[in-house]
Each structure stands twice: as C-alpha cells, then as structure tokens.
C-alpha cells in the first residue's frame, strides 16, 4: 500500500505547491526507483500538466488531456474498471519512467458533479495507493471539505509557507488547531538565504505551535524555475538529480533530499 502525501498551502498564490510536488515526485522516481502519481484534487484545476507537457506538440494536448488524468479515471469509474493497471494506463506519462501525472483539464461542457468528485476522491485515497508507491495530492490553497478529506486521510501534509512573518503568524492564528492531530511539515519554497526571515527565526519564533516539526526551505534556483516555466521540469530531473551535489543545483537538490527523506520515514 503506498504513502498518501498532501501538498497545501493557506494563502493562494504565495506556496508554490504545484511546483514543490512535482519537484518531489521526480526526485522519488529518479533517485530512489519509486512509483509515483502527482494528482490535481477533482473539481480543482491547478495546471499541473504545463510543468511536463514540453514534448508535447500544441496540436495534440487537448487531444492527450482529454485521454489521461482525472478525465479518464472519470471514465474509467462508469465503467467500473478501476484495479491499478486501469489506473496507470490513465496517467499522463513523463520522460521519468515510474512518475504519472493526473492533471484535472477540462473541457467545454464537461461537468464534474458531486458523485463523480466523491468517486474519484475515493479512488485516489483507495485503488491509487495500490498502483502507486507514492501518491502525491495537489490541494493547492485554501480549505473546503474536499480538502479536508484529503488532508484526514493523508499520511503526511506539506504545509506550504512564504518567507513572509506575517503569513506564519495568519497560518497558526487561523489554521493551527485545525490541523493538531496530523501528520505535517513545514516547507517555504524559493527560500532566500540573507533575508531577516530566516528558518531559524521560523523556528525559534514558532517553537511551541511547531512542537517539533521540521520546517526546510527550497533555495529559488533559476534552472529549476526556466523548467517550470517550459514545461521541463521531469527532463531537468532526468539530467541533473544524479550530478555532483557541488554543482550550481546542489543546495536546492539537498533541499529537496532533506523533504524527501521526511516523507520516506513516514511510517
């Protein structure tokens, strides 16, 4: 049974989680081997596909979106196919043998009700975890119940942060005790080394609401950035994960070594 590992983040716009996730999923697959799935949350639209449909021409991904991810687990569903080989055969694939991506695109006059929502929620948290050694959740910001649900039935959540005090200071003032009781980490990605609001004030400020929690920080690299921005991000993955830790990448492929060894001793 694989890891469920949600990516949140309070304020929208501000935590970079599609980004994160993605970067976490490719180093899992790349380094270590593991079978992974990056998913939207149905009824959500997060874009995920961008960050990898770089060797995919401009005339053919409608025609690739509407075959793969959730629209084609939507389908499959009403079939009542739904065993884990269906499942991988729903993914959009990626140049990284091992990492899935179920982006949620939809088209004009397609509709997702609330059984459908409800079904593919179930099958996320369920068949999906069967298929998959790591099912990575893009919840994106805010809260709902489906959200919710998510995060309840989560084996970790990854609370995305800015480098900014006074989102801290709204996340324990309006989320804190919502989120007692599970499993969480704290990241701020594009992190900025110099800056007043180091990790070490995050912590030592935040020491008791964090009670022990990790909080890591992804340093903003450029590379990774221009990957995001041209759909690459699994073919830098591909070309850099396995370089030289000293190189230009090398602090930000530790950052995300140290999340990942977080998520890989979730129990």
Not at 7 to 36: H, Q
Not at 76 to 95: G, H, N, P, S, Y
Request: net charge neutral; aromatic share 10%; proline share 2%.
């Amino acid at each position: 049974m694989g890891k469920l590992i949600s990516f949140w983040s309070p304020e929208s716009g501000k935590g970079r989680v599609t980004s994160c996730a993605a970067a976490i999923g490719c180093y899992l697959s790349v380094i270590f081997g593991a079978d992974v799935s990056l998913t939207e949350v149905p009824g959500g639209r997060r874009k995920t596909e961008e960050l990898f449909d770089a060797h995919i021409t401009v005339n053919l991904r409608n025609n690739v979106y509407r075959k793969s991810g959730l629209n084609a687990l939507r389908l499959m569903f009403r079939q009542e196919r739904t065993d884990a080989e269906k499942i991988k055969e729903c993914a959009m694939k990626t140049v990284i043998d091992g990492f899935d991506v179920f982006p949620n695109v939809m088209h004009p006059g397609e509709v997702t009700d609330s059984g459908d929502m409800c079904a593919l929620s179930s099958i996320i948290t369920g068949d999906m975890k069967n298929a998959y050694d790591y099912v990575l959740i893009d919840l994106g910001a805010g809260t709902d119940s489906i959200t919710e649900g998510f995060m309840d039935k989560s084996d970790l959540v990854v609370v995305m942060l800015p480098q900014n005090m006074r989102s801290w200071k709204n996340y324990f003032h309006e989320f804190g005790d919502k989120m007692n009781g599970k499993n969480v980490m704290f990241v701020v990605n594009g992190f900025v080394k110099g800056a007043s609001n180091s990790l070490k004030r995050f912590d030592f400020i935040f020491r008791k609401r964090l009670s022990g929690k990790k909080v890591i920080g992804i340093p903003f690299n450029v590379c990774f950035m221009d990957a995001v921005a041209c759909g690459e991000v699994a073919d830098f993955f591909s070309c850099n994960a396995r370089k030289d830790r000293d190189d230009v990448n090398g602090e930000f492929f530790r950052s995300i070594m140290a999340i990942v060894r977080e998520i890989r001793c979730v129990a």
